[in-house]
Nanobody, 123 residues
Framework: VQLQASGGGEVQAGGSLRLSCAAS????????MTWFRQAPGKEREFVAR????????DYTNSVKGRFTISRDNAKNTVYLQMNSLKPEDTAVYYC?????????????????WGQGTLVTVSS
């Protein structure tokens, strides 16, 4: 499966962005889809994940109430709506697909990755 992330950009603190992750090569409707991010000099970290059906979603504490993950399986696409952005949200954001049927948060367990999209939040 190939993943293409898009939607990043520069925004002021308090602003919003919506990231998209478009999949091709196979349908992702059965896969958990996850967003990670990596800030300069830091390790890649889990942000949010969503089950194949879209009925379950999970977030890291620092983004709860501000970010919303969703998916449109008809479009083979996953989204990350980011509101009330903070400078500490600045990072390259990656989408990843878990085809194993598990509910991983560790990036080491993901085989398929998008190329990343840069989000810069200025104060």
């Amino acid at each position: 499966v190939q993943l293409q992330a898009s939607g990043g950009g520069e925004v002021q603190a308090g602003g919003s962005l919506r990231l998209s992750c478009a999949a091709s090569g196979r349908t992702i409707s059965r896969y958990t889809m996850t967003w990670f991010r990596q800030a300069p000099g830091k390790e890649r970290e889990f942000v949010a994940r969503i089950s194949g059906s879209g009925h379950m979603a999970d977030y890291t504490n620092s983004v709860k109430g501000r970010f919303t993950i969703s998916r449109d399986n008809a479009k083979n696409t996953v989204y990350l709506q980011m509101n009330s952005l903070k400078p500490e949200d600045t990072a390259v954001y990656y989408c990843a697909a878990d085809i194993t049927g598990n509910w991983w948060t560790s990036p080491n367990m993901y085989e398929y990755w998008g190329q990343g999209t840069l989000v810069t939040v200025s104060s």
